[in-house]
């Protein structure tokens, strides 16, 4: 039986702090590089102190390749999308 890290878990679930170093490693390539070098210190500059590496939570890789973002034009409506019903 494997030994689950709770440190690792409880950041990686409840920490906005890493849920913003994902997010930036998205766009900041070299942000994820240094993580994967240096995870303990990664994660001091975000605020999240940790003992040792194995505390560090998994950073995944790859999700902009499973994510799919559409930005739409606020500006014009959508055909596809109903109008918000009024209440007067």
Known sequence: MAAVNTQAKKIKEEDWRF???VMRTWVEPQLADRY???PVGTLAG???VISSEEEAPELRM???NEVCLEVE???RP???VPAM???G
Do not use: N, R, T
């Open 85 to 87: 019903p009024s209440f």
């Open 73 to 75: 034009d606020l500006d």
């Open 36 to 38: 994967l070098q240096d």
């Open 78 to 80: 959508s055909d596809h």
């Open 46 to 48: 975000f605020g999240i």
């Open 62 to 64: 790859g999700l902009l």
């Open 19 to 21: 849920a913003e170093l």
